[in-house]
């Protein structure tokens, strides 16, 4: 399950083009996790890194399907 607050939700979605709304999409199977230890929050948090919706199919096969964040992360 995950959490959030709506006024960072629309921060990271506008600076970001990450939406969290979308967070139960993601590939968690297959996603690197580690403990967040960057500051103390008061409770458990952790860090993912993991595929979104990446690969479609199509007609002419898989085709990989990119955000605006994931395609300036690859430089693309």
Known sequence: MF???EAKRLS????RDIDFA???RLDLAAA????DIRH?????????LA?????????KGWQTRANAAQR?????
């Open 3 to 5: 959490t959030w607050g």
């Open 12 to 15: 990271t979605l506008q600076t």
């Open 22 to 24: 979308n967070a139960d």
């Open 32 to 35: 690197l996790i580690r403990p």
């Open 40 to 48: 103390d929050y008061g409770e458990p948090r952790f860090r993912a």
């Open 51 to 59: 595929m979104l919706d990446a690969l479609k199919r199509d007609g």
């Open 72 to 76: 300036r992360a690859l430089g693309l």
